[in-house]
């Protein structure tokens, strides 16, 4: 039988998602894509934006229409179980808090039908048992050439505009041993390059030696060949202990972090836990340890109290310290927050421009960095390989083809070589 697992939002989802898909490959399952034709779907949704609650409508309509069962699940499903039913018959709903339940999903679906039940029938005796978020642990990732460790969950944080905390729950870490050894068994697996990923990140252990705490002894245990990737970096939790396990080789020079605003006005309206002062030291220190590092950033326009000189505040921030890229996102009030109902936010129109126009720098921006590449040395993840040619992800995320890679070359492997730009876009060449 075939099975989708169509995921929406974070790298964490991304991470679950690949676990729930390898369990229903051990049990024999063909995972495919959203474009092809399967038994059984699985939408892992997200809900920090009412854009991507609406794409998750519209795909889980598309795939009831193909007169399959679909299975939703993540952090839409855990705030909107009634509505998402609502959408057709064939549709099966599992909250958050049970979605680590998916992963006997494939054997409870083969017992079932070894008993003659048939597959909707399995679907709606599946009954959940006691689980917990850390079981997500993927042996082989069928979606992606690197793996990815999820090592917390939750947040303790509650900014004004989102309510994923609300859907995930409190910050829980995985213990580090454990941590370790998934990682030294992702790595004899033979994969060589581990994205770190949780909830929020930086949250990991905060009441101990923390993230920066963890990765130290990590980098320690991990092949000279194994390299680190991190998901987005929340700025109130970076310490010098993280930027010091950042500074390593082993560490991608790609980070993601969170901005959202630039102001302290703003920043302080929406509950986030630091300072424009401190986003500064952040950048700075990432570039001190890290030789012209690819930094990206989320950023929401038209937040409460952002007026002009607010959002021309993160405009010159983000400009004057050179970030490579950033994912901007209008203010989309969420229920159930803080600034839900608040009236000293932009007008639609005013924080639709102001999109553009950050949008526009994000550009302008990403193709600067990308011309002070040319001509340097980088390490590059091979992922696909079309006409010929092998195409990948730069350790400083930039999407390049291959120019002779070594003979034999292997989905996943990690090759170094010189980069250039061409006609078709860039290129590394070993």
């Known amino acids: 039988m075939n099975l989708c697992v169509y995921t929406l939002g974070c790298r964490l989802n991304q991470c679950e998602s690949e676990a729930i898909a390898d369990s229903f490959s051990a049990a024999g399952w063909n995972i495919v894509k959203e474009d092809e034709s399967a038994d059984l779907y699985i939408v892992n949704t997200c809900t920090v934006t009412a854009k991507a609650e609406q794409k998750a409508r519209r795909m889980i309509r598309l795939f009831a229409s193909r007169g399959a069962f679909v299975v939703v699940t993540g952090c839409y499903a855990q705030m909107a179980e ?39 029938d399995a679907l709606r005796s599946f009954t959940e048992v006691d689980t917990n978020v850390f079981e997500y642990q993927a042996a082989s990732f069928s979606y992606h050439s690197r793996a990815y460790l999820k090592v917390q969950d939750g947040c303790d944080n509650n900014c004004g505009y989102c309510r994923v905390h609300i859907a995930r729950g409190h910050s829980v870490s995985l213990e580090r041993s454990e941590v370790i050894k998934r990682a030294l068994e992702l790595e004899e697996a033979g994969f060589n390059e581990i994205v770190l990923t949780g909830v929020n990140l930086t949250m990991y252990d905060h009441d101990g030696e923390g993230l920066g705490g963890m990765m130290l002894e990590l980098i320690d245990r991990l092949k000279d060949t194994t390299r680190l990737r991190l998901s987005s970096m929340e700025p109130d939790h970076i310490d010098e202990r993280l930027i010091e396990a950042c500074s390593s080789i082993k560490v991608h020079p790609h980070f993601h972090i969170p901005v959202q ?107 600067e960095y990308k011309s002070r590449q040319i001509g340097k040395t980088v390490e590059i993840l091979l992922e696909s390989r079309s006409d010929g040619m092998w195409h990948g992800t730069t350790g400083n995320y930039l999407k390049a083809s291959v120019d002779n890679p070594p003979l034999f070359s292997t989905r996943g492997q990690l090759v170094s070589g010189v980069l250039s730009r061409t006609k078709g876009g860039l290129i590394v060449s070993c």
């Not at 709903?93 to 054997?107: D, F, Q």
């Open 82 to 120: 009634a509505e998402l039913k609502k959408i057709s018959p064939s549709v099966m709903v599992v909250p958050l808090v049970k979605k680590a339940g998916l992963l006997k999903l494939a054997s409870h679906i083969a017992v079932a039908e070894e008993g003659g039940m048939s597959l909707e």
């Open 261 to 367: 605003s630039a102001s302290d006005k703003v920043l302080q309206r929406s509950n986030r836990k630091y300072s424009r002062s401190h986003l500064e030291w952040v950048v700075s220190e990432l570039r001190r340890v890290k030789d012209d590092p690819f930094i990206a950033c989320d950023v929401i326009t038209g937040l409460p109290a952002e007026g002009d000189e607010e959002f021309r505040e993160t405009y010159d921030f983000l400009k004057s310290t050179g970030f490579a890229s950033f994912h901007v996102f209008p203010f989309s009030p969420r229920p159930d927050t803080d600034l839900y109902k608040a009236r000293d936010k932009a007008e639609e129109r005013v924080r639709d421009e102001r999109a553009r126009i950050l949008r526009e720098l994000s550009s302008s921006m990403l193709e």
